[in-house]
């Protein structure tokens, strides 16, 4: 994963108006877990990351920085 793929793992959570441990609950996994995604200390799941495409109501290749931001 790429800088630009955690940076926008965060843009997309604060402009929803979502903690951490809001979004960790929701997903099911521990804070920690989710706070290592978002840093770049682990690999997300795919699992994980479609459960957050779907959460925002974006595509795979939104969340990941493929395609650019829909407006």
């Known amino acids: 994963m790429t800088g630009k793929f955690f940076q ?3 843009q997309l959570r604060k402009s929803h108006r979502v903690t951490q441990e ?3 609950a929701h997903l ?3 804070y920690s877990g989710y706070r290592r995604y978002e840093s ?3 690999d997300m799941p795919l699992s ?3 459960k957050l495409a779907d959460l ?6 939104e969340l990941v920085g493929r395609t ?3 407006q």
């Not at 925002?56 to 290749?61: E, H, K, P, Q, W």
């Open 68 to 70: 650019p931001p829909c």
């Open 48 to 50: 994980i990351a479609v």
């Open 8 to 10: 926008r793992l965060k």
């Open 22 to 24: 809001q979004l960790a």
């Open 56 to 61: 925002y109501g974006i595509a795979l290749d």
């Open 28 to 30: 099911g996994i521990s």
């Open 40 to 42: 770049g200390e682990r």
